[in-house]
């Protein structure tokens, strides 16, 4: 029986015997004799030998054959394999020790590319398809990975009441539909709707019902069914282990209103507040308002309790355009992190207003000239971002956002990239680059629904 090939050729460090015996390894080459005499010092060297002794012909030789040698190393092996037992332990000395667990993603060619089409065989497609299913076993840590975010506990709280009333042989995630509300978002994955279906780039799993107006700090949880409204948790910071909710109806605009500290207050709202109530559906909302509100008295979860935003209006620095409010690292007594910008909320709308109807493509001249009252303000949040008030710059990037005109994505993304980078928001920058890259409009927003 052929062993299968070592994966690091004729260069494997490795001394184990098991894997040698398990391997096979090329014999080394491209290295001249040891043996090989040099010349006297003092005589003559040829013209066609070189001053280590070696001829041309040699020299050829040589670099034929190490060609040959790299070439073989690069060749991706046909099938996985696992190392012996302790091929982790000689691993962990190596400078590069880990990288290999790293996953880059490949630009697509295609695959009749002649020699370099060995690159891409089957096995990607099979490595990719083994991760992805791991994670949907997972849903932690698929949410983490796919979303960048971590959920807080009363996620999980709310899809164990789901589960609850929905009963063994009911579907948690339809336990809302008779009150007219739909669990999304991560709540698909709990759903298992993420498993054996078309794995996406990173940036669809990000755009997963974003809507045309939410900024980076807003996550979906909660659509009421046919429209813009939503609801979902709000994070100043992406690592804050509880967070906010807040809720926007995309029809009627950009502003944000944060109305609770957990999913459930979320329902409660609904409910009181934008449930469409019929004589159809009037006793299964009392119904659930009154089953919602049992369940968590019995769990010890307080509803609708304000402590927790009112510690937050506090470390508010500016509304912006969203009205939620933007938090930022900020020293008061230095008057260091955040500073105004040079216009007002109102002037500021004025000017943006000029680029309605702007086609930046076609019409550069006319954009251009808009864009020089613009610029006024942006090299201001840049100076205001190297004397370290990065929050500045994040107030201007979320108004263009909020003002919604596409044409000024490119204008706000380096915004965005300088003021999370500098606030240590890294996974924010990942998120609204992905919204930038496709924002639309409607509530079609359901990557399991596009696939």
Known sequence: MEKPACKYGADCYQKNPAHKEKYSHPPKQGKAPETEEKPSPGKGVSANTSPTGQTASTKRLFSEEQLDEDLKRCKRPPTPEKDDNNAEEADSGHAYHGMERQRYRLPEVPMDVGMMSDLYDPQIEYSKRAEYKELCDDPKEFIRHKFLVTMPPCFDLLWEFCKEV????????????????????????????????????????????????????????????????????????????????????????????????????????????????????????????????????????????????????????????????????????????????????????????????????????KFQSVMMELQALITAANIAVDECDFGTALELALDLFCHGTSNLHEVMKPLFFTGYSMVQRPQYIAIIKSHLDNRRQGTNLDLLANS
């Not at 780039?201 to 900024?215: A, I, Q, T, V």
């Not at 939503?230 to 994070?235: D, K, L, P, S, V």
């Not at 609770?260 to 308002?289: Q, R, Y």
């Open 166 to 365: 929905a009963g063994a042989d009911g579907k948690p995630e339809d336990v809302f539909d008779t009150i007219g509300l739909r669990l999304v978002g991560p709540f698909d994955v709990l759903a298992g709707k993420f498993k054996d279906v078309k794995i996406h780039e990173p940036g669809d799993y990000l755009r997963h019902w974003r809507f045309f107006y939410d900024p980076p700090e807003f996550q979906t949880m909660l659509v009421k069914k046919g429209t813009g409204l939503h609801y979902g948790y709000w994070r100043d910071d992406p690592t804050d282990a509880d967070g906010l909710v807040a809720f926007n109806d995309v029809s009627k605009g950009c502003e944000f209103k944060i109305i609770g500290e957990n999913v459930f207050d979320a329902v409660i709202h609904f409910l009181n507040e934008n449930a469409s109530v019929t004589p159809f559906n009037k006793g299964p909302i009392n119904s659930m308002k009154k089953r919602i509100e049992e369940w968590t008295s019995a769990k010890g979860i307080p509803l609708l309790a304000g402590e927790k935003i009112k510690a937050r209006n506090k470390l508010i620095v500016c509304k912006t355009f969203h009205k939620a409010g933007l938090v930022v690292p900020y020293d008061r007594k230095k008057d260091l992190g955040y500073r105004p910008l040079l216009e007002s909320d109102a002037n500021l709308r004025k000017m943006l207003a000029k680029f309605n109807n702007i086609d930046r493509a076609k019409d550069k001249e």
